[in-house]
């Protein structure tokens, strides 16, 4: 999907109290994979409440085209006919991921194991973002690649292994990007394909190869890491996929509820996964009243409902081991931290340079521009809170649907309105972002 190149301001400004009780769309990780393995399992995939944003609908289309029989039943309700392990057939044409990272490098692990060619490609933001970190252990075992530009960009070509081997990898990264694509190629894999991390990423991948009938073990490796190994050439079965309210989502009006003066909002169904959490801790620490007011469990997931209410926030440090769990909030967070009293420190954030835009850069300017002190020291990100913001600054959202919400968020409680230049980006992962917090009270223009 590309976006024309008309952008679309918006500006955010002081609002009174936000309220209500709302659920933000599924959780983008989760709607990729459930389409992802739909197409790799045998038999129908029921999927509810999946996420329709541009990303996702860029991996329903992917896995039409590699031959999977894709169908909207209706708002969130999707089927998948899948074609089976080592299935897939070449596509007719590019596959374009968009704007999405997770799509195309989950897809490059699923295709990684089927003897087909594919070409990858997407917009200007993902044609910047490195692929090497995929390819590398992908061609260990067996595919090939081609026409990468220099570091493995994309457009390029994947050729799936005629016979897969599966390996044990290292990967250099905390990423469940890497991760699920080294898994979803050891699929097709005779015997254990084995992953080893530092630190612990997300593990839905994990969590719904089990309930597709795969056999995962997960096991503590080092202090804070994981070794993940799958047994190779599984009957996957098609199985019914609740998708829980994504928690990175959640994340925005969460943040606002507690920076607009005497808000009280309710986020439903929100997903609690402790991989995914690390926000809502942070926010905690910092005096956040985020009370979690019931738990259940649906397909293999954890979610709760949250009452967040208006608060005097302090500044606090974010160890660097938090930083899987919270990989996308850290923009939302620099919002949070300018409004709090004293400084935040955000240690280890280098993965944040190779997100949809360079995160680290955008957010210290986003922060600058509105009057905010920051300052990055090396991967550390510090932020010296004052209590109210200035605002009044034009934030440059660089194709990232999540400066242009963060910034959004900042300006419905900084001194003067908050203005970002395209909120184009938005639809990639949350469509109704705008009509949701006006219905709780965000003043736009
Ligand atoms: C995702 C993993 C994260 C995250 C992305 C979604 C996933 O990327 O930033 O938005 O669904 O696996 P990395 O694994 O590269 O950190």
């Not at 302090?314 to 938090?322: I, W």
């Amino acid at each position: 999907m590309t976006h024309s190149d008309r952008k679309t301001p918006l500006e955010a400004r002081r609002s009174a109290a936000l309220s209500g009780r709302v659920r933000v769309p599924g959780d983008k990780s989760i709607s990729h994979r459930s389409l992802i393995l739909g197409a790799l399992a045998v038999g129908e995939t029921r999927i509810s409440g999946l996420l329709e944003g541009e990303d996702v609908l860029n991996t329903a289309a992917a896995m039409r085209a590699l031959g999977a029989r894709v169908e909207r039943q209706g708002e969130g309700a999707w089927t998948v006919h899948g074609v089976g392990v080592a299935g897939f057939v070449s596509p007719a044409k590019p596959l374009d991921f968009g704007n999405s990272g997770t799509g195309c490098r989950l897809a490059m692990g699923a295709v990684a194991g089927s003897p087909v060619t594919a070409v990858f490609d997407g917009d200007a933001s993902l044609r910047s973002r490195p692929m090497r970190r995929i390819l590398d252990p992908l061609e260990q075992m067996g595919a090939r690649s081609s026409d990468g530009a220099d570091g493995g960009r994309l457009p390029l070509t994947l050729h799936g292994a005629r016979d897969p081997v599966p390996i044990v990898y290292r990967t250099p990264v905390a990423s469940a990007q890497i991760k699920s694509a080294v898994l979803l190629a050891g699929l097709s894999a005779p015997g254990v394909t084995t992953v080893i991390e530092k630190e612990w990423s997300r593990d839905h991948t994990e969590l719904m190869l089990r309930h597709f009938g795969a056999e995962v073990s997960s096991e503590p490796e080092g202090p804070h890491g994981r070794k993940i190994s799958l047994k190779g050439q599984p009957e996957l079965k098609g199985a019914a996929v609740v998708v829980p309210a994504d928690p990175s989502s959640a994340a925005f009006p969460m943040v606002a509820a507690l920076v607009v003066p005497d808000s009280e909002i309710v986020l439903t169904d929100v997903m609690t996964n402790p991989l995914r959490t690390g926000l809502i801790k942070t926010l905690r620490e910092m005096g956040g009243q985020i009370d979690e007011l019931n738990t259940r469990r649906d397909a293999g997931e954890p979610m709760a409902e949250f009452r967040v209410r208006a608060s005097r926030l302090r500044g606090v440090e974010v160890p660097a081991e938090r930083a899987p769990s919270m990989i996308d909030e850290y923009l939302v967070l620099a919002v949070a931290a300018s409004f709090a009293e004293g400084t935040t420190i955000m240690r280890g954030l280098q993965e944040l340079r190779v997100k949809e835009s360079d995160r680290l850069a955008a957010t210290a300017d986003m922060l600058r521009v509105n009057g905010v002190k920051v300052e990055i020291d090396g991967d550390d990100m510090i932020v010296e809170g004052r209590g109210h913001v200035p605002g009044g600054g034009l934030v440059a959202t660089h194709m990232d649907h999540r400066i242009a919400m963060s910034a959004l968020m900042m300006g419905l409680a900084s001194d003067l309105p908050v203005k970002v230049d395209d909120t184009a980006f938005i639809a990639t992962s949350f469509p109704d972002f705008v009509p949701m917090m006006q219905k709780m009270g965000a003043e736009f223009a």
